[in-house]
């Protein structure tokens, strides 16, 4: 069935997306868990890319270099990120980041908690659903 209101409903999923991103900052906040949206976003990235520099990051999530150059330097700070050296072979390649294991296991953690909290909210979801769901949003991240 088609909606008569193309414009409002992207509209309506605009705010949704929004309220999303704010509830769950709210959510890491209120569950005390050890890293906040930005924190859980490069640990993730970097867990998920091995051999990425700053610059990937920076590249990946359209950020200044000098954004992601101060977030690193501030999970390296916490023992959360280590850098590597370059490939000798590689001049001018950019020191690789990876997760330490405390990096690994608050990333879990977070990942736990925010997982948690996902399993409650669509505890009152038919299986199908949550399909569906996750279908929506895999679909609607893809790359374009």
Do not use: C
Request: glycine share 6%.
């Amino acid at each position: 069935m088609a909606h008569p209101d193309r414009a409002a409903d992207i509209r309506q999923a605009y705010e949704q997306i929004q309220q999303l991103s704010r509830r769950i900052t709210d959510r890491s906040r209120r569950l005390g868990e050890p890293l906040t949206f930005v924190e859980h976003s490069l640990l993730r990235f970097i867990a998920a890319t091995p051999g990425t520099r700053a610059i990937d990051i920076a590249a990946a999530f359209s950020l200044n270099r000098s954004t992601v150059s101060r977030q690193v330097a501030s999970l390296a700070g916490m023992g959360l990120v280590t850098e590597l050296e370059h490939d000798a072979g590689v001049p001018g390649r950019g020191r690789i980041l990876a997760l330490t294991g405390e990096g690994e296991a608050k990333l879990a953690l977070a990942a736990q908690a925010q997982q948690e909290s996902l399993r409650e909210r669509l505890a009152g979801w038919s299986d199908d659903e949550v399909h569906a769901f996750a279908a929506a949003l895999a679909r609607y991240n893809q790359p374009d």
